[in-house]
């Protein structure tokens, strides 16, 4: 929130009152359920945020539509139903709810294999029907069963733990788990075929992409044995439905546990593969199900208001997806650095004023995160080029937008111990910039010749004089005369010169006229710069 302005967030399907209140403490939420295509078009140009679950249709064409449009949330884990590509060429920062349904999913699947595995379905249907038929319903155990799992994130991995306490063995495939991280959990990973040929039971939880759409087609259920089973409880589209249908009518697969189709609901097109998957007597079949437990649904709904809002407020959030992945312990550790460079970057930007060339080597503490390195970089992007743009700067957008503007970043990576919580800039021209980061607070150390400590916020009147008595007091009176009052003074002194930069806190703004007259009657050679080190410079 900015000079009283309230961002908007439009909520298009059900969020949990918890999460809603959470919203609305710093937000006006707007909760309009059921909108048509048409009508979501017609509204999303008036918010600065949009959440939705799976069932709205993030597109090209809503994107381009929310001209104020700053962050989608989604409330869940996948975001297959929003385009990530124009979100990220718009700068909107798309941000997920990964950690809130995780066991209500890892539960539903493990259900869908017991369930699979005693028909019991098929059973409870015939006894209500009247029949008591024990031949027809005879089951196999889970006890030393294999069960492939495709894709060990958060909801494959709490499957296995759970898989492993019915005693079963887990293959698992997923190329980008590590073998110890696989070991850690008890898990055998092996080729995707290999456990597709070596499983009893195989369930899905990878993301729907186009390069798992139709990701398990003939050729892969040809791998599988004879009397297998397969769950898709993660969704729609990953599993070729048409093939799937071939064989379970020729019976080469016992059963299949389905709970999202490519068709939702499946009877919204008849005669579909979808429609004819939920009504096959060896599929046990549920609507959608995986994150609808209570407990998840509330959450969710805190997880994905918590990064919304702090997306909005132009915090670092873990649950951003179209950027590198940060993990949320890396985040306690970044948030103060990334900080530490977007305000080193600002302030170098108003130091410079027109003289600033656009070049900026950046040196800087790393451990080869990629994703901590974008941090640091894309804060010193964003203090360097927002004060002088109309457009918002985050992690999603900074490398793009410097490079339409012809901003070159070089950056020198440092691993000496001790440099952990420096930052410094190098502009072209050879000035340089200098800060760390004391308490989780920013401070700038040193500007060109100036060793100086300066807490990075607030406003802050920075200016050039000759270091002679009375120079202070001078600026001091003016100040007091147009009731400004200085809250701090840092000054920094550079004797071979006679110069002194000094920077003084001020608690309200100065107008022009004032700052004119401290130019004069000080013998400056430039306007001091204001430094409004939290928005923008004066």
């Keep these: 929130m900015e000079n009283g302005y309230r ?51 993030v597109n090209k064409e809503l994107i381009l539509a929310g001209k104020k449009l700053r962050v989608i949330g989604r409330a869940g884990v996948g975001v297959d139903n929003i385009d990530l590509h124009t979100a990220t060429e718009r700068g909107i920062l798309v941000v997920n ?32 029907q009247g029949k008591w038929d024990r031949n027809a319903y005879v089951g196999t155990s889970l006890e030393g069963k294999w069960l492939g799992v495709i894709g060990l994130g958060r909801i494959g991995r709490e499957v296995s733990r759970r898989a492993k306490g019915l005693g079963m063995k887990v293959l698992a495939f997923d190329p980008y788990t590590s073998e110890e991280t696989a070991k850690s959990l008890g898990v055998n990973l092996e080729p995707l075929e290999s456990v597709f040929s070596k499983s009893d039971f195989v369930t899905l939880h990878v993301p729907l992409i186009e390069t798992t759409r139709n990701m398990v087609d003939r050729e892969l259920l040809s791998k599988m044995k ?4 397969i769950l898709n409880i993660a969704r729609g589209g ?50 959608h199900l995986g994150a609808s437990t209570v407990e998840a649904q509330l959450d969710v ?50 130091l410079a004023g027109e003289t600033f060339s656009g070049d900026v080597t950046i040196h800087f503490h790393s451990n080869g995160d990629d994703g901590e390195s974008r941090l640091i970089r894309t804060g010193v992007i964003k203090g360097l080029m927002e004060p002088g743009s109309d457009r918002v700067i985050n992690v999603v957008n900074a490398d793009m937008v410097s490079k339409m503007h012809g901003l070159q970043i070089t ?10 919580n420096c930052i410094k800039l190098q502009m072209k021209g ?37 270091d002679m008595p009375g120079q202070i007091g001078k600026v001091g009176n003016i100040l007091g005369e147009a009731n400004v009052n200085i809250s701090f ?8 010169s006679r110069k002194a930069l000094v920077l003084l806190g001020l608690d309200s703004v100065p107008d022009t006229k004032t700052l004119e007259r401290i130019r004069m009657d000080v013998g400056l050679d430039k306007k001091p710069v204001l430094l409004d080190l939290d928005g923008a410079p004066g």
Excluded: W
């Design 7 to 57: 961002e908007r967030i439009l909520v298009t399907e059900k969020l949990s009152d918890e999460g809603v209140n959470i919203l609305k403490k710093s937000f006006i939420v707007d909760l309009k359920y059921g909108l048509s295509p048409e009508e979501l078009l017609d509204e999303i140009p008036e918010y600065d945020a949009l959440i939705v679950r799976s069932a709205t249709k």
């Design 97 to 128: 709810a990964p950690t809130g349904n995780c066991v209500a999913a890892a539960e539903h699947t493990i259900a869908h294999i017991c369930a699979l595995s005693r028909f019991l379905a098929s059973a409870d249907a015939g006894l209500k």
């Design 226 to 229: 004879p009397g297998a089973r």
């Design 238 to 287: 990953l599993i070729d439905e048409e093939a799937l249908l071939e064989y379970l009518n020729s019976g080469r697969l016992a059963g299949a546990g389905i709970d999202c189709f490519v068709t939702e609901p499946p009877s919204k097109i008849a005669d579909s593969p979808s429609e004819h998957l939920s009504k096959h007597t060896k599929v046990l079949a549920t609507p």
């Design 301 to 350: 709904a805190i997880e994905i208001a918590e990064a919304v809002t702090a997306a909005l407020c132009g915090e670092l959030v873990p649950t951003l997806v179209n950027a590198p992945a940060v993990s949320s312990d890396a985040l306690v550790y970044m948030k103060p650095r990334a900080l530490l460079a977007e305000r080193l970057g600002r302030l170098a930007y108003s």
């Design 411 to 420: 950056e020198v990576k440092r691993k000496s111990i001790g440099d952990e």
């Design 430 to 466: 050879g000035s340089e910039i200098e800060g760390r980061v004391i308490g989780n607070k920013p401070h700038v150390t040193c500007i060109g010749d100036f060793e100086v400590d300066l807490v990075l916020e607030g406003l802050v009147l920075a200016y050039y004089q000759v």
């Design 489 to 496: 003074m840092t000054l920094g002194r550079h004797l071979p």
